[in-house]
């Protein structure tokens, strides 16, 4: 059974920068791809950033790249979404999702004030 826990999020100032975090068991986390999704109220659930550990691939929506970073520590079965230069229109619940859209977090939220 996967496991995914994600955390980091919090309500932070336009401008601001938040670090969040998914450790994910009971997936081949070294063989498959792994990302970061989002939905917003009365919004469809976006894809942020997908990346493919067994060659580093990173791919990210139009929306936030240049903003957003994903990484992954491989020894901590941890992905991680840096957000840097953060706007009220990023507000959302942040989903991690093993598999890119094959499984699913319960997700974080994130509140940027303007």
């Known amino acids: 059974e996967v496991q995914v826990v994600e955390s980091g999020g919090g309500l932070v100032q336009a401008g601001g920068s938040l670090r969040l975090s998914c450790v994910v068991s009971?997936?081949?986390?070294?063989?498959?791809?792994i990302g970061w999704f989002r939905q917003a109220p009365g919004k469809e659930r976006e894809g942020l950033s997908c990346?493919?550990?067994?060659?580093?691939?990173?791919t990210y929506a139009d929306s936030v790249k240049g903003r957003f970073s994903i990484s992954i520590e491989n020894a901590k079965n941890t992905v991680y979404l840096q957000m840097n230069s953060l706007n009220p229109e990023d507000t959302a619940v942040y989903y991690c999702?093993?598999?890119?859209?094959?499984?699913w977090g319960k997700g974080t939220q994130v509140t940027v004030s303007s």
């Open positions: 990346i493919k550990n067994r060659d580093g691939s990173k």
């Open positions: 999702s093993p598999g890119c859209g094959v499984s």
């Open positions: 009971g997936f081949p986390f070294d063989a498959y791809a």
